[in-house]
């Protein structure tokens, strides 16, 4: 079963992976089966309620933005629950503080997230986009090159400071950070095969 599951047809996931990597979401046959293999334990019960106050939180902040628009205003529903979705992911993935419903897209990783999200629905309606060696010559391509290295190095510079973090407090799976529920960024550098292996 788990291996018809994992498999990942189509031109999407080819198109996600510049982003997103080669990850649960893009990765394919036994790689995928380690993966959701290491990554179980952070989808346990006990870890995710403790994710539901960061929810409400996000969601406190979407309806005081909407009742600061008057009665009888208008919304874009798409725009804003789209930014709640990133403030939680930010959240509960990385314990981010991101402010992104307050800056909305005035915030630069929002930006790049919404750049990359566009770019990537248009980019089959091109036959020579198909082809990575033309796609990045184009405007598009420069572009989304541009957005995968900002919200890269934005990961890369929080997963960096986390792992000192975790070693200088030798957190572990059992406890907290600074009196704190661990994060999903947390369980995930602390994973581990049986050889010892990790994420990557």
Same mark, same amino acid.
């Given at each position: 079963?788990?291996? @018809?599951?994992?498999?990942?047809?189509?031109?999407?996931?080819? $198109?996600?992976?510049?982003?997103?990597?080669?990850?649960?979401?893009?990765?394919?046959?036994?790689?995928? #089966?380690?993966?959701?293999?290491?990554?179980?334990?952070?989808?346990? $019960?006990? &870890?995710?309620?403790?994710?539901?106050?960061? $929810?409400?939180?996000?969601?406190?902040?979407?309806?005081?933005?909407?009742?600061?628009?008057?009665?009888?205003?208008?919304?874009?529903?798409?725009?804003?629950?789209?930014?709640?979705?990133?403030? @939680?992911?930010?959240?509960?993935? %990385?314990?981010?503080?991101?402010?992104?419903?307050?800056?909305?897209?005035? @915030?630069?990783?929002? #930006?790049?997230?919404?750049? %990359?999200?566009?770019? &990537?629905?248009?980019?089959?309606?091109?036959?020579? @986009?198909?082809?990575?060696?033309?796609?990045?010559?184009?405007?598009?391509?420069?572009? $989304?090159?541009?957005?995968?290295?900002?919200?890269?190095?934005?990961?890369?510079?929080? &997963?960096?400071?986390?792992?000192?973090?975790?070693?200088?407090?030798?957190?572990?799976?059992?406890?907290?950070?600074?009196?704190?529920?661990?994060?999903?960024?947390?369980?995930?550098?602390?994973?581990?095969?049986?050889?010892?292996?990790?994420?990557?």
């Amino acid at each position: 079963a788990l291996s @018809n599951i994992s498999r990942k047809a189509g031109w999407a996931y080819k $198109f996600f992976r510049p982003w997103l990597g080669d990850g649960l979401v893009t990765s394919e046959g036994r790689k995928w #089966q380690r993966n959701r293999r290491l990554l179980t334990p952070a989808f346990h $019960f006990e &870890i995710l309620k403790h994710y539901v106050q960061l $929810f409400s939180e996000s969601t406190g902040v979407l309806l005081d933005k909407w009742s600061s628009y008057g009665p009888g205003a208008s919304v874009e529903l798409y725009y804003h629950i789209s930014l709640m979705t990133l403030d @939680n992911i930010l959240k509960c993935s %990385l314990g981010y503080e991101s402010s992104c419903q307050a800056d909305g897209q005035w @915030n630069p990783y929002v #930006q790049a997230v919404q750049d %990359l999200t566009r770019l &990537i629905a248009v980019r089959d309606e091109y036959f020579l @986009n198909y082809i990575d060696f033309f796609y990045y010559l184009s405007a598009s391509g420069r572009r $989304f090159r541009e957005a995968c290295k900002f919200v890269h190095t934005f990961s890369e510079q929080l &997963i960096a400071k986390r792992k000192e973090a975790l070693e200088a407090r030798a957190i572990t799976s059992s406890t907290s950070r600074s009196g704190k529920c661990l994060d999903l960024l947390d369980i995930l550098l602390q994973a581990k095969d049986e050889d010892g292996t990790g994420l990557t």
